[in-house]
């Protein structure tokens, strides 16, 4: 399994900023993609993840209601639109993958849980 993170950048608070990952080497159709970010100083957290097959969402409390993440089928990739944009929402954000195990929340938002992983693509928001 491969995935490549994009769509980084600079944004202003209040802003919108739309991330990619597009995810190869295998037949996503059985699994869970997550995204993960980590802020200077800061231990990698939780931010959304989807279930390809039936498209459920989950989100963390912090970017819930502005963070919307979707999948496209036909293009493999996972993408996380960025809403309203915080200076706390500057972060190293990651994608990550794994078979769908029935997981809850609980295990979605577990970085532990994640076998694979993309590199990470810089979100900046200034204030």
């Known amino acids: 399994v491969q995935l490549q993170a994009s769509g980084g950048g600079l944004v202003q608070a209040g802003g919108s900023l739309r991330l990619s990952c597009a995810a190869s080497?295998?037949?996503?159709?059985?699994?869970?993609l997550g995204w993960f970010r980590q802020a200077p100083g800061k231990e990698r957290e939780f931010v959304a993840a989807i279930k390809w097959r039936g498209g459920n969402t989950y989100y963390a409390d912090s970017v819930k209601g502005r963070f919307t993440i979707s999948r496209d089928n036909a293009k493999n990739t996972v993408s996380l639109q960025m809403n309203d944009a915080k200076p706390e929402d500057s972060a190293v954000y990651y994608c990550a993958a794994d078979r769908d195990y029935g997981w809850g929340y609980d295990e979605l938002a577990d970085e532990d849980a994640y076998d694979y992983w993309g590199q990470g693509t810089l979100v900046t928001v200034s204030s």
């Open positions: 080497g295998r037949r996503f159709s059985n699994y869970v």
